[in-house]
């Protein structure tokens, strides 16, 4: 069983929607999880980072996180064509001190 | 402020020949991590460069190895190629050790022919 899990996609979205992005994790010690972009042939981006709790909001992104679920979650308010990405959701894991890296879920927002 | 930098972008090898990698960190950022990326395998954390000390390693056989140098600027090497070892490598800074926010390179293509 993978460690950090997402549904590979492609999530197809149309322009203007929301877009919604899961993951699971398996290391119930884990207190830190990001979520980040990759443009096709780009190096990750760092979009969002939460360690508590509950939501957390920046601009169009919302980061929602369920620790007892271990359940992680990135919303996309108002998709663009500029959102079509792999999304990577990243998970720091306590037990073995490294940040693991789920499959991403790749999402295709159409005009 | 400068992003992190890789050196090379692309390169291309033959099984058996080995090759070095190399990454320059964030301005004040002191560790260093790498990570190997494949369409098979996705992100792979490979190890972990904190003052010259390497902190953590991930589950990659010995012919992966890497260092730290005093301007944290990093290497890794690899040898003895294999066609398997094809990848995206990816370094990533943090300010400190088993720091939560990495911030990546472009990173290096490497082909193995």
């Known amino acids: 069983q993978k460690e950090v899990e997402q549904n590979s996609g492609p999530l197809s979205v149309p322009e203007g929607a929301i877009a919604s992005l899961n993951c699971t994790y398996s290391?119930?010690?884990?207190?830190?999880f990001f979520w980040y972009r990759q443009y096709s042939g780009k190096s990750p981006e760092l979009i969002m980072s939460?360690?508590?709790?509950g939501d957390k909001e920046d601009g169009r992104f919302t980061a929602q996180l369920n620790k007892a679920s271990q359940y992680v979650s990135l919303l996309i308010r108002d998709s663009q064509p500029s959102d079509s990405a792999t999304y990577l959701c990243?998970?720091?894991?306590?037990?073995?001190?490294?940040?693991?890296f789920g499959g991403g879920t790749r999402v295709l927002v159409k005009p | 402020k400068a992003g992190v930098t890789q050196t090379p972008r692309y390169l291309i090898k033959t099984r058996g020949q080995q090759v070095t990698l190399s990454c320059s960190p964030i301005?004040?950022?002191?560790?260093v991590s790498w990570y190997q990326q494949t369409p098979g395998q996705g992100l792979q954390f490979l190890f972990e460069?904190?003052?010259?000390?390497?902190?953590n390693k991930g589950n990659f056989p010995g012919r992966f190895s890497g260092r730290q140098f005093s301007n944290s600027r990093s290497e890794m090497n690899v040898s003895t190629l294999e066609l398997g070892d094809s990848a995206l490598y990816l370094c990533?800074?943090?300010?400190?050790?088993?720091?939560?926010?990495?911030?990546f390179g472009p990173g290096t293509r490497l082909t193995v022919t």
């Open positions: 301005s004040g950022h002191r560790s």
């Open positions: 939460i360690y508590s709790n």
């Open positions: 990533a800074s943090s300010l400190q050790a088993s720091s939560y926010e990495q911030y």
């Open positions: 290391d119930r010690g884990s207190q830190s």
């Open positions: 460069y904190f003052s010259e000390t390497q902190r």
């Open positions: 990243a998970v720091w894991e306590a037990a073995g001190n490294k940040l693991t």
